[in-house]
């Protein structure tokens, strides 16, 4: 069984950052895709951004794009998300998700992933 567990998530004020922080255990990966999705309560769950088994691709969400990125570890198994200049709209639970895959395109929609964490929420106020 595979898991994977957040952390990082905090309350701060708009214009701050915040690092969160991903890493998968249970199961040994020969290689595999991670991703962000966040939701807001009484929102749909959206995707952030997404990240290579090499870590030598990713991609972002228009909405997040220039401000936020996602990176691994040395370890693969572990993945960063590092959001500079937060606004009252990235108020949300953020998950970390990940996935067997290789190639590319990246996956971007929450049935490509087959492993999530239990969430880290994002707070930012006014």
């Known amino acids: 069984q595979v898991q994977l567990v957040e952390s990082g998530g905090g309350l701060v004020q708009a214009g701050g950052s915040l690092r969160l922080y991903c890493a998968a255990s249970?199961?040994?990966?020969?290689?595999?895709?991670m991703g962000w999705f966040r939701q807001a309560p009484g929102k749909e769950r959206e995707f952030v951004a997404a990240i290579s088994w090499s870590g030598g691709s990713t991609y972002y969400a228009d909405s997040v794009k220039g401000r936020f990125t996602i990176s691994r570890g040395n370890a693969k198994n572990t993945v960063y998300l590092q959001m500079y200049s937060l606004k009252p709209e990235d108020t949300a639970l953020y998950y970390c998700?990940?996935?067997?895959?290789?190639?590319?395109?990246?996956?971007?929609?929450?049935?490509?992933?087959?492993?999530w964490g239990q969430g880290t929420q994002v707070t930012v106020s006014s």
């Open positions: 249970g199961r040994t990966f020969s290689f595999y895709a």
């Open positions: 998700a990940a996935v067997q895959r290789g190639g590319l395109p990246l996956p971007k929609y929450s049935n490509e992933y087959d492993y």
